[in-house]
């Protein structure tokens, strides 16, 4: 009988575990080495987002409003087409929202309008572009209005794009009126005195720095803006008396103080017809068009990525900045409610306010 070899067990060694340090301040070098890179990321971003978006602006077509069911029957063909005016009219809202009008118009489904408004009113050009093409829309779409928290000066401008067969519904608690024209100025003239600074721009005429923020008005200046403002103000009583039968153009004019009015004192001098929400207004106008099914919708203009990062290298560009800069002094009437800075509507421009 053979002998059984012993068992023979082979240990083996586990290799060293080397730890390699980097060289003193290499550390930091590579995080600075990782953000420049990152940094150079975003430029890259950035500048690919505005070459699409050139791209875009000269090769290719608005796409046009978005279209989003509302409330109503989802199976209906017949539309009821809400145009919400919400905030300061203005660019780029005013844009988007002749646009959203021109959509509607073409649009067979849609058998009626309803205008949501919630503003305190904006520029005059844009307010009375929008009334304008607010009217061409009622030709062939009739028109309720719905008014909601506030709905002044500008909000009551464009509202009244509703007609005299149109109705205008305000919430209990909402506020309008307010109709008049204001110039957004400041007189800084005693403090740059102060401060030792003064006006003193070369100029061609007498009234090509009117309104510098750094001089006091004159009375030329005070005749010369009187008559501006006159204009628009007497355009503004003309639309509100062509449009409420229950008004002429005196009682407009004595409503015309610039005061806001209750949605019940509003209702009281002939600036709305009821009082109810948008429910009720929406119910009135289905009745007035004879459906008894009707798919209600709104468009809106969803902001994309690109916008934003557009929007952003836009804002930091030292061109922009000085463009803004100079904007700043240009004179803007409005029809809006209160007071503002005279750099309001390009502050909010710039942050994309509506």
């Not at 503004?236 to 005061?259: M, S």
């Not at 004192?265 to 009135?284: C, R, W």
Request: negative net charge; contains cysteine; aromatic residues 8%.
């Amino acid at each position: 009988m053979s002998a059984v070899p012993p068992l023979v067990t082979q240990t083996t060694t586990p290799p060293p575990i080397i730890i390699q340090q980097l060289p003193p301040g290499s550390f930091w070098l590579h995080r600075w080495f990782v953000r420049l890179l990152m940094i150079a990321l975003i430029f890259s971003l950035a500048y690919s987002a505005r070459l699409n978006s050139e791209y875009r602006m000269y090769f290719q077509q608005d796409d046009g409003p978005t279209e989003r069911f509302r409330s109503g029957d989802k199976q209906a063909a017949d539309k009821i087409a809400v145009l919400e005016v919400s905030g300061t009219i203005m660019p780029p809202f005013t844009e988007h929202f002749l646009t959203a009008i021109k959509h509607i118009k073409e649009d067979e489904h849609v058998k009626g309008v309803l205008l949501v408004i919630d503003s305190p009113g904006g520029l005059v050009a844009d307010s009375d572009q929008i009334y304008r093409k607010l009217v061409d829309l009622r030709k062939t779409k009739p028109m309720f209005v719905s008014m909601k928290r506030i709905a002044a000066s500008g909000g009551v401008y464009v509202a009244m794009g509703c007609g005299e067969e149109g109705k205008i519904f305000a919430e209990p608690t909402t506020w309008t009126g307010s109709i008049g024209v204001i110039i957004p100025r400041y007189d800084a003239s005693k403090l740059a005195e102060k401060v030792g600074v003064a006006a003193d721009s070369l100029k061609t005429g007498e009234f090509k720095d009117s309104l510098d923020p750094l001089r006091a008005l004159t009375e030329g200046d005070r005749t010369l803006w009187k008559g501006i403002l006159d204009e628009s103000f007497q355009r503004f009583v003309n639309i509100v008396d062509e449009n409420r039968k229950e008004l002429d153009a005196d009682e407009v004019k004595g409503l015309a103080t610039g005061q806001l009015f209750t949605a019940a004192q509003a209702k009281a001098n002939g600036l709305v017809d009821e009082i109810g929400d948008e429910d009720d207004a929406l119910a009135a106008l289905q009745t007035k068009l004879g459906l008894t099914k009707a798919r209600v919708v709104e468009f809106s203009y969803p902001v994309s990525l690109m916008s934003l990062l557009l929007g952003s290298v836009q804002a930091h560009d030292p061109e922009t900045q000085f463009r803004k800069l100079l904007e700043m002094s240009v004179p803007r009437a409005m029809y809006f409610c209160g007071n503002v800075p005279a750099f309001a509507p390009l502050w909010q421009s710039a942050v994309g306010a509506k």
